[in-house]
């Protein structure tokens, strides 16, 4: 299980609890990160959050903070819709393509760069599709309500 700590935002009696994640870049954790150009990119875009809601057991206050996991299942499919799937099209596609210049006669560098983009994007777009129902079907359970956050700063 991937893990990470959600801030509520706010909490409905009827046991639904908005949380807001802050989203990380990996970039800011290397030892390298001072001679990066990547890293350089990474800290010019402000930090991300992403808020979204989910049933709770116990009721919460604002900006109490919970534990949330997500099956790396998930994530794994996620990354294949991503990578995986659209490569798939495109090596299709460019086979077709090559297929079918052969048997037309015609130039098949051409009807395969072709066929190979077509496959490349429809297999995009119907990764697209089945992410967004992936989406909605994987929502991360809370695994431990961590109370409220400590502030170290001196008033």
């Not at 954790?29 to 809601?53: D, L």
């Not at 495109?90 to 393509?97: E, N, P, S, Y």
């Not at 090559?98 to 098949?108: K, Y």
Request: net charge positive; aromatic share 8%.
């Amino acid at each position: 299980m991937l893990e990470e700590v959600a801030t509520v935002t706010a909490y409905n009696p009827d046991g639904w609890v908005t949380v807001e994640i802050e989203l990380k870049s990996a970039c800011n954790h290397c030892s390298s990160r001072e001679n990066c150009g990547t890293s350089t990119v990474a800290k010019a875009f402000s930090i991300k959050r992403q808020r979204f809601s989910l049933k709770s057991d116990k009721p919460c206050e604002k900006g109490d903070l919970l534990k949330l996991a997500l099956p790396e299942s998930v994530i794994i499919k996620a990354a294949m819709l991503v990578y995986i799937v659209p490569l798939i099209g495109l090596f299709i596609g460019a086979g077709v393509g090559l297929w079918l210049g052969d048997l037309l006669s015609i130039n098949s560098d051409y009807s395969s760069m072709i066929f190979a983009a077509i496959g490349g994007l429809s297999a995009w777009f119907a990764g697209k599709q089945q992410a967004a129902k992936l989406e909605k079907s994987s929502t991360p359970v809370i695994t431990a309500y961590l109370g409220q956050a400590v502030s170290l700063q001196r008033g």
